[in-house]
DNA sequence: GTCTATAATACGATAGAC
DNA sequence: GTCTATCGTATTATAGAC
């Protein structure tokens, strides 16, 4: 695939995850990706919603192979999410709380205004809820338990996020991990 | 409290709630509060910034005094808690997913943008804990249990709006209710 | 208190050259 | 594939009349 696309979408992510949607601009995408200027409507003819929706879909598939490989590290689930979960923490931490999901913004933002961006955001969520459900089924949880816990994971994880960057302090994160662990150990 | 100063503010936080913060325009609040035009400067000399910040602190009043009133209905936390939520959830599904929490996107998209937003978005979500927080005490909950619980309370149910937003399905809250009260119960 | 007009800038998107 | 120039329309904010 072409370098210059790939740079375009990575930038985006980057941009999305720290200003949302409507605050982000393609002249900022284009800046910060060091890509061509000609390249943005020659790669994404379809203009911000393209590449917006190209963006989150691949996060999601980044984001969700790295839940798989986080969560094998701990044959225990409980365990494992909440382990993953202070890793999740950690690189909030790291980008001056600038980073932590791509998705928020943008889902909320768009929910009722882009079809196709909605869409996107949709699917990226249960591209993710997928990862947890797959270790909790490995872990023995029956199939609407591990449904619905899956969720609540994606869900109070997105929260935790939420709350962390707004306080810029990781103690939200940590208390979702704990939380967590206490409801997956039962 | 002036009329058109108060309208502003209402359109400002429906505004938010559908479309986030660099998503909502001047004329657009002006447009749906029917406020005079001439009215926006004169009632927010300092802006934009301005009017958001003062109406998610005026939201987060309202909110906190419906989480409170929402709860009393129960005498068991777990239960109130479990209730409130599923209030929520038709709440957001009546406002056809337009709606959920004025928070969210204004507060993923300015956390390192705007101090004085990102301020008014930190107090805001103490706001709401403090609501969730009492009700625990008041249930025999420990102090730090409390403090952690209602801070988990907060984060799930901003992950569920999310999701049931996203989906366009309040199955999502339905689903951070019931986890909710078997983690309440224990 | 409210109005219009407008400044200054940014936006997304397109056309046409190369 | 990439460039520049540009269209049309938004944006926030201000100035000055009433």
Redesign the interface.
Known sequence: MSNAREQILQATCALLE??????TGLNEIVRESHAPKGSLYYYFPEGKEQITSEAIQQSSQVTSERIRLGLAESSDAAQAVHDFILKVAENVELS???A??PL??V???????SERI?LA??EA?GTLQNAFREKLLAGGYPQPKAE??S??V???????I??S????NVE?LR??A??LK??LS?
């Open positions: 720290k200003q949302g949607y409507h605050g001056g709380f600038a932590g999901s928020t913004a889902a909320m933002e768009t929910a009722t205004k909605n955001c949709r969520y619905e816990l969720l609540f994606v869900a109070s994880i997105e929260g935790g939420i709350l960057r707004t306080n810029r939200p208390i979702v704990r939380q206490i409801l039962l």
